[in-house]
């Protein structure tokens, strides 16, 4: 190709990004501030810029230009000149080839280097002289992808029935792209840690046998390892550090052909997985004022992002060097454009937002009828997926548990802090777990909200897992490179005598025993449970509470568990989620229970209970040494559900209820054994039954 054979035209300002056509590619980039903009042509293998050409018109400050004599596959980057004026917010580079915001694919990796960085670091002047070393070498490049009204007429959706799982009946299952397959023995090896790989029969066998609904995969957009990272010899596992909202990260992709994502979605749907994808429209991996330039600041700095009132600097609530500007109405178009081209092109099913606090911000302070989401709420699109929000941020009054608006559900770091404290035995815990068995009520109910609103989890990611939460006191954290002061220190963990791994049976029994009650309250919990990748298989990390720069065996999913001593505590929580999809008490119901007459003799659908028999008094609440309590559920044409919990260390004698629609007591759960419908014999209302110490046990009420 030379420059004689392309012709550039007045193009359209519609659609943003590069967009192929009969006759070549249309390229539309959005920039406010910019004077000029220079798309970049490279040769396939991506080293060799072969054509520099102006876009030669500006619609409603978006530079737009169509290019004939091009094909799907072209590389491709921008060069956008305007002020390098830090004082004002503007820090316009063209030595700095930038990515496309709504690039379809990339190609290639960054290569770190001095280049990348836009301005010349000196004695007095540090970030105020523009660099003028060209950073094309080190950098990705955009890769021209066919339009999904080509790729769809041969694409199997045709024939999909998406599963559209109620949230009522959902149990997602948090994983991650790599770490879940890239030591499965049944994958190929030249799939394992892609989309593929997840995408294959023995992968996808084993969430179905689970009885898992959602699978809710960490990032998948097109993300960057840190330069610090990767001068330690570590990377970025599990990419929160985002490039590219449009594009899937080419280490998930077997073959390279972005189409292996959609390949993936369409093969869980066909096992009843529902697809959610963890999306960080937060910050960018461009970090501050001394990061990186690499698309949004150079093409944009003052509309993309939140400047401080020194316009120099960020206004960061991330903690990760910088904030989007969703306020700007481009800013805003992009990313709903990203949310809703995975929703449409991708066939995803929903999002589950990184700091979403960030998203809700207004003026700076939180607001839950902010732009976006009153943007979202208006899509007749998006406002019909599963929307998660983290609800919180590291800016002022980022901790926003259940104030996010009606449609939304959200991850619930009550509920995990609550159950935690429960089941060590710490004191004064009994509130915190009656709250969470019933959808943490006093936080979400209101504005029509439903209990699925709360996103129930002991164990996620960003923390220990359940392995290690039952044999480590203290994080550690020592591979990630920063002396162990990375992550956080509230872990509510215990190791029961020994830290780290130990073959002393008693320390094993009693681990096993409170790793089974917890698994067990989330998934008899009201609520929606999230289970992380690898809880039910023992998975740990070795105490690493912040694994995410560890892609090694740290973090991956070891299988052999699966047939050896973990095959019990599969078994175990499946058998929980089987549990839990047949008896409607215990799924998520339409309304919040708060102990309304559910039966005609008077019980209610709520009924707490001491040991004794008796019902919990307002001041039983208030015992800070009391560890034991029991929930009755009720409802009309169901049998009774009565649960009963000991977070004591030692057994405790506990009377069962005798309401009249129940004649026998059936024992459905046992933590103690990890038994699910041991066929024990019925009990009779009104008997003690030995409920041993940190066990819980559930019941069915029999009637006549």
Request: some cysteine; proline content about 6%; aromatic content about 10%.
């Amino acid at each position: 190709m030379t420059r004689a054979r392309l012709a550039v035209h007045e193009g359209a300002p519609y659609p943003l990004g590069a967009t192929p056509d009969a006759g070549g590619v249309n390229f539309a980039l959005f920039s406010a501030n910019a004077t000029r903009v220079e798309v970049c042509l490279f040769d396939a293998e991506g080293r060799r810029e072969i054509a520099r050409l102006r876009l030669p018109e500006l619609t409603d400050e978006v530079w737009h230009g169509h290019v004939s004599g091009l094909f799907p596959g072209q590389l491709y980057g921008y060069r956008v000149h305007g002020p390098y004026a830090p004082e004002e917010g503007h820090r316009f580079n063209p030595h700095k080839l930038l990515l496309d915001p709504y690039a379809r694919a990339l190609f290639g990796s960054i290569t770190w280097d001095d280049a990348h960085f836009g301005y010349q670091v000196g004695p007095t002047n540090a970030d105020m002289a523009p660099d003028e070393r060209d950073s094309a070498p080190y950098m990705p490049k955009c890769r021209v992808v066919e339009t999904s009204e080509r790729w769809h007429p041969t694409f199997p959706w045709r024939r999909e029935r998406r599963p559209h799982t109620s949230w009522a009946d959902t149990v997602i299952y948090e994983a991650h792209v790599k770490g879940f397959t890239a030591r499965h023995p049944r994958v190929p090896g030249h799939l394992r840690g892609t989309f593929a790989g997840l995408a294959h029969a023995s992968a996808i066998e084993h969430m179905v046998k689970l009885g898992v609904t959602a699978v809710e995969l960490l990032p998948v957009q097109a993300f960057a390892n840190d330069r610090y990272l990767v001068e330690k010899g570590l990377k970025n596992y599990w990419g929160y550090n985002t490039l590219a909202f449009f594009a899937p990260d080419q280490r998930y992709l077997s073959g390279g052909d972005v189409a292996e994502f959609r390949r993936m979605v369409h093969r869980l749907h066909e096992a009843g997985i529902e697809v959610i994808l963890d999306v960080v429209y937060n910050h960018t991996a461009e970090g501050n004022h001394l990061g990186p330039t690499l698309s949004f600041r150079g093409i944009d700095n003052a509309s993309y992002y939140m400047l401080a009132d020194d316009p120099r600097y960020y206004f960061d609530t991330t903690g990760c060097g910088n904030t989007i500007n969703q306020h700007h109405p481009r800013v805003l178009q992009m990313i709903m454009d990203s949310l809703r081209y995975w929703t449409v092109d991708c066939h995803v099913d929903g999002f589950r937002f990184d700091l979403a606090t960030s998203l809700g911000r207004e003026l700076r302070a939180f607001d839950a009828n902010a732009a976006f989401f009153s943007a979202i709420r208006q899509d007749p699109v998006l406002s019909q997926v599963k929307l998660i929000a983290e609800p919180w941020d590291l800016g002022e009054d980022g901790y926003q548990v259940g104030a996010f608006p009606p449609g939304w559900a959200e991850w619930n770091g009550r509920y995990r802090d609550s159950v935690r404290s429960f089941w060590k035995g710490d004191d004064a815990a009994l509130p915190g777990l009656a709250r969470g068995l019933l959808a943490w009520a006093d936080l979400f109910d209101k504005r029509g909200r439903r209990p699925w609103s709360s996103v129930n989890f002991v164990t996620a990611h960003d923390g220990l897992t359940l392995a290690d939460l039952v044999s480590y006191n203290e994080k550690h954290n020592e591979g990630n490179g920063e002396d162990n002061k990375d992550g956080h220190d509230d872990n509510r963990s215990w190791n029961w005598g020994v830290e780290g791994p130990t073959d002393d049976p008693h320390v094993v029994q009693l681990r096993n025993k409170v790793r089974r009650g917890l698994i067990a309250t989330l998934l008899l919990s009201q609520g929606t449970p999230l289970v992380l990748m690898g809880d039910e298989l023992g998975r740990s990390q070795g105490g690493n509470n912040n694994a995410y720069c560890q892609d090694n065996e740290v973090s991956w999913l070891d299988w052999t568990a699966a047939e050896g001593k973990e095959g019990a505590l599969l078994a175990f929580t499946a058998g929980l989620i089987a549990l839990r999809r047949r008896t409607p008490l215990l799924r998520t119901r339409n309304r919040f229970l708060h102990g309304q007459r559910a039966l005609r003799d008077g019980t209610r659908n709520v009924t707490w209970l001491r040991p004794d028999g008796e019902k919990m008094r307002p001041e039983d609440w208030e015992n800070g040494v009391a560890r034991c309590i029991g929930l009755m559920l009720a409802h009309t044409g169901q049998p009774l559900l009565l649960l009963l919990t000991n977070a004591h260390h030692e057994s405790l004698g506990f009377r069962l209820p005798s309401p009249k629609a129940v004649q026998q007591w059936r024992l459905l759960v046992d933590t103690s054994k990890g038994l699910i419908e041991p066929g024990a014999p019925a009990i009779q209302p009104g008997a003690d039954v030995d409920l041993p110490d940190r066990t819980l046990l559930l019941f069915e009420g029999l009637g006549p």
